[in-house]
């Protein structure tokens, strides 16, 4: 074969690997998105709690144990019988603030809005008799508003309310369930700051299974 | 105190590191007596599990003394010679319940990774990798043991500490926990 057929097909096998690995890429990408509804990101999330239902919203209805919860980051004010307001700090310490309203819609139902914060964000929480009496499902759907370039720049900068939620939901169960949560972020090792710095970030990236 | 570190793939280096100190009111802290060294270990000091970082603490089979309970640990006391179990099980979800330890919900603090992996996260493991919730060792001279109250099991008086300790100590809470409630 002539030296200029094999820049043909060299450059043949290089475009068609480059598209192949961008539309895997793309497939990929597409995969990790939230659902889209009339301009909200919608992400349905759920968390057994092996307590009965009654005991998962006496959990939230008993102050002490419901401030021990909250105290790294938020305070409750009640408004009225049924609407709370809720100012939540970024666990993380990036200074962000939230402000939100919490109605009681019913037994075993709350839904919430976010009046003051980065993202427009507002979410339902209902709780079911798991099946085979396993306790409790507390189902929680999250709708929040946010431009494509918002949502890149919010992913990179690692602000992702599907991120959150979920780790909301873990960190209720084990409240619920053990009275605590465990953190190892920075227990004992011999790593320099600088090397807990990049175990910090990956630990991130564990926490959202690799997504960028 | 002083610990074995991980510092890379077939790489350990003895490190000057802070002590650990209650973090969860269910923890206890063991000053290290014995610590052997499982089959395991060599998996993660060869580099064949994953999520392993520069600087981990190794070692998850030993046993020592008690010496700071937090406020929510009643079984153990400070003074008590234990031997712990390497999987820290909450003893209160699902899994815990039905005797399953290893599969416990609520101590493995990073779940996602795994559970990609595997399909399923384990439950924390002490000095076995971020994938189990990234735990210091207990090659070191102390350590802090999660939900104490489960996973920590007291030697009765007059046995040898090198006896409880010798391997697989995972096995001796298993063992002792049935016998002992028979």
Redesign the interface.
């Known amino acids: 074969m002539t030296s200029s057929g094999m820049r043909w097909v060299l450059g043949g096998a290089a475009t068609v690997t480059a598209l192949g690995v961008g539309r895997m890429v793309a497939r990929r990408r597409r995969r990790h998105q939230p659902d889209r509804e009339g301009g909200w990101y919608v992400v349905h999330r759920g968390i057994t709690v092996n307590r009965p239902r009654d005991a998962v919203i006496g959990f939230w209805t008993g102050q002490e144990r419901l401030d021990r919860g909250l105290a790294e980051w938020a305070t409750l004010e009640r408004l009225d019988d049924n609407r709370w307001r809720c100012v939540a700090s970024d666990p993380a310490g990036g200074g962000t603030e939230w402000r939100a309203e919490l109605t009681v819609d019913g037994p075993g139902r709350l839904s919430w809005r976010v009046t003051e914060g980065p993202v427009a964000e507002r979410g339902r929480v209902e709780l079911v008799p798991a099946p085979q009496g396993r306790g409790t499902e507390i189902r929680a759907e999250l709708r929040w508003r946010s431009g494509r370039v918002r949502q890149l720049l919010g992913l990179a900068s690692r602000h992702d309310p599907d991120l959150a939620l979920r780790s909301a939901l873990r960190r209720i169960k084990s409240l619920i369930e053990t009275g605590q949560v465990l953190d190892t972020r920075h227990d004992p090792s011999g790593r320099s700051p600088k090397q807990e710095q990049a175990t910090d970030r990956i630990r991130e990236r564990l926490t959202v299974g690799g997504r960028p | ?1 002083k ?1 074995l ?1 991980w ?1 890379g793939v077939r790489k350990l ?1 003895v ?1 000057d ?4 100190t209650i ?4 923890d206890i802290i063991v000053k290290v007596r014995a610590s052997s060294v499982c089959g395991s270990d060599l998996h993660l000091i060869n580099g064949y599990l994953p ?1 392993m ?5 190794l070692g998850h089979e030993f046993m020592g003394e008690v010496v700071e309970t937090g406020p ?1 640990v009643r079984r153990i006391k400070i003074g008590d010679r234990v031997v712990v179990g390497s999987v ?1 099980a ?5 899994y815990c ?1 039905t005797e399953q330890y290893s599969l416990c ?3 493995n ?5 795994s ?2 992996l595997w399909g399923h996260a384990p439950a ?1 493991i002490l000095g076995y990798s ?2 189990a ?4 060792g207990s090659h ?1 001279e102390y350590i ?1 043991v ?2 104490g109250d489960v996973g920590a099991f007291t030697v009765p008086e007059g046995c040898r500490t090198t006896r409880w300790c010798s391997p697989p100590t995972p096995c001796r809470p298993a063992g002792w926990g049935p016998t002992s409630a028979a």
Not at chain 2, 17 to 20: C, I, N, Q, S, T
Not at chain 2, 23 to 26: D, E, L, P
Not at chain 2, 133 to 136: F, L
């Open positions: 105190m610990a570190c510092e280096a490190r590191v802070p002590e650990p973090r969860a009111a269910g999520a970082r520069e600087g981990d603490i929510d820290v909450c003893g209160a979800c699902w319940r919900d609520n101590s603090p990073q779940p996602v990774f559970e990609k924390g971020h994938a919730g990234g735990y210091s070191a802090r999660p939900f």
